[in-house]
């Protein structure tokens, strides 16, 4: 395993840029000084039509799923892929879990979801498949192995988790099943990406997270459909690239639905040459995040109001994802970013003694001293992937359980 510096902290200037080879998008911006813009173009690329002007497949449907990639033996890339791995949405079940007192959930894998509960799925491409293939980190016995060690994906290493429902309601064959959406069954297609699934059902793209390596700490993005009726609820909707309406305030009650994010004429500009099915014109930026906190110490949030629903008031992409962190057991030690103590989604900075104890009785204040003797650390961070410790195979079992995150 590649030992790298990824001091965990404020401090974010060692960036590194690496150059997308995005056949859709313009030479990319400084990803800490243009998020919106750079989010947009990892938009436009992961998913540009796999057999472009058939609408059909977006590229990242055709990556390693959670399900292809926590196997006892992942295959070799190119991974010959389910269509598409969807299983209930895990954050949701771990918040539910929690406050039923239990420290950990387990994922329900299930092949389809309900008109009330969208299915979810992970994808990630080569660089970083390969990445957790090459370092073993797909089992328990693995992440034992890889304790104490310091996990560095590669720069171009992309992950996409997205949000589904069903194209027609599970209750009423004539109706819709997606939330939001008024128009006729028929034009489902037109207006929301469609796929179908393992199960033959199809199911709309609603929610998708974006993430890249071209920093340390990740970019962090998140796109909604424009129909979803709690959009730019709690948070708002934040664009200046690509939006007409740089920010869009929170409605005061919930669910009440939101005007159309009009694209700006150089966001229109990038999807003009993009190859990609044209229902993809129908999804908005809800923001993006760059770092825990605000340069005044405020703590950011982002939360999409599908993926984090429930719980996007208490929602920092970066903080809970900093807490990917597994023990000397290789098992997570966090419920899914969770405090065990106060149950809530940990946001702002990072806190140092959620990895290392100090045995002088001295608390590990953050930043740790390197070198400092009486610190013990106790939990590896996993580079922010959270399906790493959330999914790992537990080998060390016997019959050895399926992943929780494996799919039909
Ligand atoms: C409270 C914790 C929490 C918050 C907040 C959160 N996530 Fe996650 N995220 C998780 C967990 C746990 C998983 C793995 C299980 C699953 O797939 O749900 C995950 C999975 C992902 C994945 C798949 C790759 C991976 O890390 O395994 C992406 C991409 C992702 N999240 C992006 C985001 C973005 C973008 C935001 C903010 C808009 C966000 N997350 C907010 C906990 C969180």
């Known amino acids: 395993m590649r030992k790298l510096i990824s001091t965990l902290g404020v401090c974010l200037f060692a960036v590194s840029i690496s150059l997308l080879n995005a056949a859709s998008a313009a030479e990319p911006k400084n990803p800490m000084n243009a998020p919106d813009e750079l989010a947009w173009q990892l938009f436009l690329q992961v998913n540009a039509s796999v057999q472009p002007g058939t609408g059909g497949n977006a590229l990242f449907e055709t ?21 598409l791995a969807l299983k209930v949405p895990a954050l949701r079940a771990a918040a539910r879990a929690l406050s039923k007192g239990h420290a950990f959930q387990t994922v329900q894998v299930v092949p389809g979801a309900t008109d009330d509960e969208p299915s979810e799925e992970t994808r990630r491409n080569k660089e970083a498949y390969n990445y957790i293939v090459a370092n073993k980190l797909f089992t328990v016995s693995g992440l034992k192995a890889a304790f104490g060690k310091t996990m560095n994906f590669p720069v171009d290493s992309l992950e996409v988790k997205a949000n589904w429902y069903p194209v027609v309601s599970t209750k009423d064959p004539k109706k819709s099943g997606i939330p939001g959406y008024t128009g006729a069954l028929a034009d489902t297609a037109k207006v929301y990406h469609v796929s179908t699934a393992s199960d033959g059902v199809q199911y709309a793209l609603v929610a998708m997270h974006v993430i890249s390596k071209q920093v340390p700490n990740w970019t962090w993005a998140t796109f909604e459909h424009k129909n979803n009726p709690s959009r730019c609820d709690i948070l708002g909707c934040k664009d200046p690239f690509g939006a007409a309406a740089a920010y869009v305030a929170p409605n005061p009650a919930s669910g009440q639905g939101y005007a159309d994010c009009k694209k700006t004429p150089a966001l229109a500009a990038l999807y003009a040459k993009a190859k990609i099915d044209p229902a993809f014109a129908n999804y908005c930026l809800k923001g993006t995040q760059t770092d825990f906190t605000t340069a005044t110490g405020q703590a950011v949030r982002l939360g999409n ?15 809970c994802h900093s807490r990917a962190a597994f023990d000397h057991m290789g098992k997570a030690t966090t419920g899914g ?5 106060t149950r809530l989604a940990s946001i ?51 019959p050895v359980p399926r992943s929780g995150c494996s799919g039909k």
């Open 337 to 341: 970013g969770f405090d065990r103590l």
């Open 305 to 319: 109001s599908v993926t984090e629903n429930g719980f996007v008031n208490q929602s920092s992409c970066m903080t």
């Open 63 to 83: 990556w390693a799923s959670d399900h292809d990639t926590f196997q006892l033996q992942p295959q070799p890339w190119p991974v010959k892929t389910a269509p």
């Open 348 to 398: 702002g900075p990072v806190e140092a003694s959620w990895f290392a104890a100090s045995t002088s009785g001295n608390p590990p204040y953050a930043p740790i001293v390197v070198g400092q003797s009486d610190l013990t650390q106790f939990a590896t961070q996993a580079d922010f992937v959270w399906s790493i410790p959330f999914c790992a195979v537990d080998d060390t079992v016997s």
